[in-house]
């Protein structure tokens, strides 16, 4: 089992910095494979940005690339979201994942979420 939680939700303002993270517990972090997911009121989960478990590659949807970054630090078993100059079109609940392998579309473990509120 894998145990994901995330942090470094809030209300800010349009324009400002803005930090996930999600730390992993349970079984080697190392392993997986890592992807970040929102869900705003009324919508559908929407994929953000992913990364392999050795971080050399990333994947990002189109509307943020460019916007927000995705990193891993092995030594603190964190995944990060570094989302620049958000808009209140990023205001969501976001969520980190787990996976085994790069290759597969289906994550195995969840995060609970944090709340990103983005103010005009």
């Known amino acids: 089992q894998v145990q994901l939680v995330e942090s470094g939700g809030g209300l800010v303002q349009s324009g400002a910095s803005l930090r996930l993270s999600c730390v992993a517990s349970?079984?080697?972090?190392?392993?997986?494979?890592m992807g970040w997911f929102r869900q705003a009121p009324g919508k559908e989960r929407e994929f953000v940005a992913a990364?392999?478990?050795?971080?050399?590659?990333?994947d990002y949807e189109d509307s943020v690339k460019g916007q927000f970054t995705i990193s891993r630090d092995h030594t603190k078993n964190t995944v990060y979201l570094q989302m620049n100059n958000p808009t209140p079109a990023d205001t969501a609940v976001y969520s980190c994942?787990?996976?085994?392998?790069?290759?597969?579309?289906?994550?195995?473990?969840w995060g609970q979420g944090t709340q990103v509120t983005v103010s005009s």
């Open positions: 994942a787990a996976k085994a392998r790069w290759s597969v579309k289906q994550y195995d473990y």
């Open positions: 349970g079984r080697p972090f190392n392993r997986y494979a």
């Open positions: 990364i392999s478990s050795s971080g050399r590659y990333t």
